[in-house]
């Protein structure tokens, strides 16, 4: 268990709908980071939130968002859902700013777009 | 092209069995390499990671990095049915986050 944790574990949804899902990062951690997996595509980084504000991005579709609150659990938003978003969503989280080298990953979320 | 090549497998070894897994990278500016294992259903845990060129060992595992080719390579020396998982090489630089697509591995007891 890597103490970071993501909810919900499955997501099934249609096309053109609008998901929400949650990452509760490690205690003490100050940086959150969102990735997509899917088959085809390998693991993509779409974009780092380090104590409230962006850091960095990735290949973050302009129909996702994401924003870090002041608790530093973090929401990743997905709208205008197409089949190609079908894919496990992950949340790392890590101590510093810009430590991609000690990311502690969450169990993932399943997101299915019918 | 894709800025991290893996070769995706299956690779498929009896126990026991020095293993070699491999990327390739077209992004200079990576700087820090690192090597996950993926279990089934699970998120990716970090194995090792090294800084710029060179050798890096913990315990079965020894991580390797040649800036001059622009390759990475993971050796798994006495492989265990429980190595078996999915590794994924990754890289960093410049705030920028790049993961390989990942090798399936079976160790076969």
């Known amino acids: 268990d890597s103490g970071v944790t993501q909810t919900p574990k499955h997501l099934i949804t249609a096309t053109g709908q609008r998901v929400t899902l949650r990452c509760s990062p490690r205690s003490g951690d100050l940086s959150v980071y969102w990735y997509q997996q899917s088959l085809d595509q390998g693991l993509q980084f779409l974009i780092q939130y380090y104590n409230g504000e962006e850091r960095a991005k990735g290949n973050i579709l302009e129909r996702f968002s994401a924003q870090q609150f002041p608790d530093l659990h973090s929401e990743l938003n997905l709208s205008s859902l197409e089949l190609g978003d079908s894919a496990l969503y992950f949340c790392a989280s890590s101590e510093g700013t810009s430590s991609f080298t000690e990311q502690f990953f969450g169990p993932g979320t399943r997101l299915t777009v019918l | 092209q894709k800025e991290v090549e893996q070769d995706p497998g299956p690779l498929s070894v009896p126990e026991g069995a020095i293993v070699s897994l491999n990327c390739t990278y077209s992004?200079?500016?990576?700087?820090?390499f690192m090597w996950y294992r993926q279990y089934s259903r699970k998120g990716p845990e970090l194995l090792m990671y090294?800084?710029?060129?060179g050798n890096k060992e913990d315990g079965r595992f020894t991580a390797q990095v040649d800036k001059s080719s622009k390759y990475i390579s993971l050796f798994i020396r006495d492989s265990q049915p429980s190595d078996s998982a999915t590794y994924l090489c990754a890289m960093s630089g410049r705030n920028q986050f790049y993961f390989g697509t990942g090798t399936s591995l079976t160790v076969i007891p």
């Open positions: 992004n200079s500016a990576f700087q820090y």
């Open positions: 090294t800084y710029s060129s």
